[in-house]
Each structure stands twice: as structure tokens, then as C-alpha cells.
């Protein structure tokens, strides 16, 4: 009886799979799900970064201060605004400053802040550079803001196998791809800020 019943409810389930509306929805909601994972390991990224430099004056010092970071976050950006805001103690809040000053929602943004901040050899700042990181980035900016749609800086920057103007596929196993690595990387993220 429980066999038939599981074979029943597959059964079901795969001809729904092949229905053109939920195939579509599916589709759908695969595409979302990769924005939902970025948008995830951006906070989580993004979080650490405003605490440490918050909670450590000599790191956002340093911050501040190295060539490195200067092209995303001039010391000079620094206003009277900020100081302002914050009662002219900013010494536990330069990590909401710096994020004020320059959001860190692009790529190169965070591998700067992250390697400034924690040095460019942890495990999780080699996979922040990694190749499946920035194929997440790309493909989170593709659906957010063409809604899928290859389009030829798409097509240059990722070799992805859609034509241009087609919409791009998300199938389960690139979703879970995706979202495996993310997971690896705040996983270890967490653990070296942990042990630190």
C-alpha cells in the first residue's frame, strides 16, 4: 500500500514537472532562489565587515589608511555628516561608516575589504576570488537586473551556453551548485572569525 502510494505521488509530480505553467514556475523560482543565496552571503559578508572594523580601531584604521581600500573607501569621504550622526564618536562605528561610504555590494569591493580586513590567504577569501563565486555574482546581476536575459557582457564575462536574448536556464543541480558553495564559504568565514 505505501509502495503504490509513493509511486502514485511521483507520478503526479512528474507529469506537473512537465506541465509548460509549473515547468515555467519552476524555472522561475530556481532563478530567484540564486538571488536569494547572494543576497544571503552579501549580508553575511557585509555584517562581518561593519563589525570588525566597529569593533577593532586599529583594523579600521589600517583600513582606512591602506592604498588598497582607497579607491572604495577614501579616508576623505569621511564628513562632517558622519561625525555628526554618530555625536563625534566614531571609534566603534568606522565599520558603519565605511559601509555608509561605499555599500560593498560589488564583487570587487568585498575581496578588497575582506583581504584588507582578515589577509588574502584565508580559505574563505580564496573562495571569495574563486571562479564559482564571481559565476554566482554575475548570474545574481543577470536575474536581478535583466530579469535572466543573456546579453552580450553576460555572454563575454561568463562563456555561459545561452545565446543572447535567451533567457538563462537555472536547473536544480546549478541551484545546488550554487548554493553549496555559498554554504562552504559562510561556513568557513564564520570559523576563521571565530578562531580570531
Known amino acids: 500500500m505505501g509502495d503504490d502510494l509513493i509511486e502514485k505521488t511521483i507520478s503526479i509530480l512528474e507529469q506537473f514537472a512537465n506541465d509548460p505553467v509549473i515547468s515555467g514556475s519552476n524555472l522561475s523560482t530556481l532563478r530567484q532562489s540564486i538571488v536569494i543565496v547572494w543576497s544571503a552571503t552579501e549580508s553575511l559578508i ?10 577593532d580601531l586599529n583594523k579600521a584604521i589600517s583600513f582606512f589608511e591602506d592604498q588598497s581600500t582607497s579607491s572604495y573607501w577614501n579616508k576623505k569621504q569621511l564628513s562632517f555628516e558622519h561625525l555628526k550622526s554618530f ?18 555590494s560589488n564583487l570587487n569591493a568585498m575581496i578588497i575589504a575582506y583581504s584588507n580586513i582578515f589577509g588574502s590567504n584565508t580559505k574563505s577569501s580564496q573562495t571569495l576570488r574563486s571562479s564559482g563565486m564571481y559565476r554566482l555574482y554575475k548570474l545574481r546581476n543577470l536575474i536581478a537586473h535583466r530579469n535572466g536575459i543573456v546579453d552580450k557582457k553576460y555572454k563575454t564575462e561568463t562563456s555561459c551556453g545561452e545565446d543572447i536574448g535567451d533567457r538563462i536556464q537555472v536547473l536544480p543541480d546549478d541551484f545546488s551548485e550554487y548554493f553549496l558553495q555559498s554554504k562552504a564559504f559562510s561556513e568557513d568565514l564564520l570559523r576563521e572569525v571565530s578562531n580570531k
Open 46 to 55: 557585509r555584517d562581518i565587515i561593519k563589525i570588525t572594523l566597529n569593533s
Open 87 to 104: 555625536m563625534f564618536d566614531v571609534s566603534e562605528k568606522m565599520g558603519d561608516i565605511a559601509l555608509e561610504i561605499n555599500p560593498c
